[in-house]
């Protein structure tokens, strides 16, 4: 069973500092990773999807990575700010439509 | 606005209550899915719709009935639903079943009493 797994569950963080959300799967077959944003009381949003021959994907302010031989994903995030505060979900795919996301990590970025 | 809407937003029903969760999605896509999010688990997939046809179900209790009349819209009827099964419900739905583009809505946040 594919499983993925969000490290840390929850972090605070001081605006302004440059922080690391952290993605694992244990089979890495992936045919592509994707970071989704969301808010409570709103959809998921994705922010980058990066295929399984790419090594990094760069929106703004947000870099994700990945290394399938480790199985691992970084979603970098620079300069953070208060409106950065949300769930940050990993999610992979073997099959075009079979997503399988992380539990998240929840960013609380103070003021 | 994400392009799909999911109404209600909340809902509080008894074990013995039937109820339905209604999406609509304005995007033209062709395909529409609904996921479970309970706390501190992972979303988990649990049908599949494509053109108005179930094309997956995720091993889901029968308790859970999805309908799809057309393709803009997707119902889940709920029926002696349980405690455990309080949650968030999301729908999603993309261009084809076989896009991994899925654009969300908002979700109904489901407490069964």
């Known amino acids: 069973k594919q499983e993925v797994t969000q490290i840390p569950a929850a972090l605070s963080v001081p605006e302004g500092e440059n922080l690391v959300l952290n993605c694992s799967f244990t089979?890495?077959?992936?045919?592509?990773l994707q970071w989704f944003r969301q808010d409570p009381g709103k959809g998921l949003t994705s922010l980058l999807l990066?295929?399984?021959?790419?090594r990094e994907q760069t929106s703004g302010r947000l870099n994700a990575s990945l290394d399938k031989s480790s199985g691992r994903s970084t979603l970098y995030i620079a300069a953070s700010q208060p409106g950065d505060s949300a769930t940050y979900l990993c999610?992979?795919?073997?099959?075009?439509?079979?997503?399988?996301f992380g539990s998240g990590t929840k960013l609380n970025v103070k003021p | 606005e994400t392009g799909v809407t999911q109404t209600p937003r909340h809902l509080v029903m008894g074990m013995t209550n039937k109820k339905s969760l209604k999406c609509e999605q304005h995007?033209?896509?062709?395909?529409m899915y609904w996921y479970k999010q309970s706390a501190k688990k992972p979303l988990e997939l649990m049908f599949v719709?494509?053109?108005?046809?179930?094309?997956e179900n995720n091993s889901v209790p029968s308790r859970f009935s999805p309908e799809c009349p057309n393709s803009s819209h997707l119902f889940l009827h709920l029926h002696t639903l349980q405690p455990e099964d309080s949650a968030l419900y999301l729908c999603?739905?993309?261009?084809?079943?076989?896009?991994?583009?899925?654009?969300f809505g908002p979700g109904t946040r489901l407490t069964v009493t």
């Open positions: 089979d890495s077959a992936i045919y592509n």
């Open positions: 999610a992979v795919t073997y099959n075009f439509n079979k997503f399988y």
């Open positions: 990066i295929q399984s021959s790419q």
């Open positions: 719709y494509s053109l108005e046809e179930r094309v």
């Open positions: 995007l033209g896509h062709n395909a």
């Open positions: 999603a739905s993309s261009q084809d079943p076989d896009s991994y583009e899925q654009y």
